[in-house]
């Protein structure tokens, strides 16, 4: 099992493909359409944060919430920059398909928040700074994404403050909480050189969170999208022109700004993907159905994507912007 773990994240990849094309398959015979997936949603986001912040040292927030570059420069690309790249590719890429550019002006406008902190974990980026950026981001989300909305696609979209408070609960606040019981506990039972042997499995069990994410966001969408498989490609378009203009700038301004890789991957975690649970749910509520399925769609190609940033382009990154773990390495044979 723990030999497993250690592969899953190693070989992610492979699995999420096994899942999406069993998900493609089964959500056609079976009806997961009309199945309300944000209970699933929330279970999934646990998951991935809970191990991953139990194998944060806690300490570090406080270092990190000084980090003010790479907050500030995350913040900026994931609010004003997405939201002007969404826009460009909106009114370009998806010109007249209104629905499907108002699910492009709606992901340019709301941050990754929760998942970047299960994202930076498993591409070895500094999760302390991932945290403290999360949590400010996720609480600018009432204030800015709906001003955001109300520019780029000409909709004014209401955001529940409450609703926005009780996901900071259930996807940040009780994770970190548990997962600080838990890692003090593990090492005040075990000790700190157990938990250092059993914290390279975490991010496995992080995995097992994107799988449940892709397999029912594929399964509930199956129908729509091997039934109109031109809509899917429009989608497709859209998103990888969005992915590769944001990618392309934020691995621009890590170089410029010097962040080590740990911190520029982060930056460059924190401009390319967007929250699937707070979208969607925003979606389903207040736009069409189109602009619902476009969402519904969008955490597979964005686990794609994110899993081509951390696999295939992560070691030039490291090369490329220069990494702390490579450094102290260096450090040492000096020595």
């Not at 392309?248 to 390319?272: D, N, R």
Request: a positive charge.
């Amino acid at each position: 099992m723990l030999s497993f773990l250690l592969h899953i994240k190693k070989r992610l990849y492979i699995y999420v493909i096994a899942i999406f094309i069993i998900a493609l398959l089964l959500g056609y015979y079976v009806d997961f359409e009309h199945m309300n997936i944000m209970p699933v949603s929330i279970a999934a986001v646990f998951i991935m944060l809970y191990p991953m912040l139990t194998g944060m040292e806690i300490e570090k927030v406080r270092q990190a919430g000084k980090n003010y570059p790479l907050i500030v420069t995350t913040l900026t690309f994931a609010y004003f920059v997405a939201s002007l790249t969404a826009f460009l590719v909106s009114r370009t890429v998806l010109a007249g398909y209104d629905e499907l550019a108002l699910a492009m002006v709606i992901m340019g406008a709301i941050p990754c928040s929760n998942m970047l902190i299960g994202w930076s974990g498993i591409a070895d980026a500094n999760v302390a700074d991932a945290l403290v950026i999360a949590v400010i981001g996720l609480l600018l989300i009432p204030f800015l994404s709906p001003l955001l909305i109300f520019i780029n696609g000409g909709v004014f979209a209401s955001i529940n403050v409450l609703q926005i408070l009780s996901i900071l609960l259930a996807y940040i606040l009780i994770p970190l909480a548990l997962g600080m019981l838990t890692r003090n506990a593990i090492i005040k039972k075990k000790g700190m050189n157990y938990f250092k042997s059993i914290k390279k499995y975490l991010p496995g069990i992080s995995a097992l969170g994107i799988l449940l994410i892709v397999f029912f966001s594929v399964a509930k969408v199956s129908r729509l999208v091997l039934g109109t498989p031109t809509i899917f490609l429009l989608v497709l378009a859209g998103l990888f022109s969005y992915y590769l203009i944001q990618t392309s700038l934020s691995i621009l301004f890590a170089k410029l700004l010097h962040f080590t890789y740990e911190h520029g991957m982060i930056l460059i975690l924190g401009a390319t993907a967007s929250s699937q649970a707070i979208s969607l749910s925003l979606a389903a509520t207040v736009f069409p159905s189109l602009t619902v399925f476009a969402l519904s769609f969008k955490p597979v190609l964005q686990v794609f994507y994110i899993m081509f940033l951390i696999y295939a382009l992560g070691p030039y990154l490291k090369k490329y912007l220069g990494s702390e773990q490579n450094n102290e390495k260096d450090n040492k044979r000096k020595k």
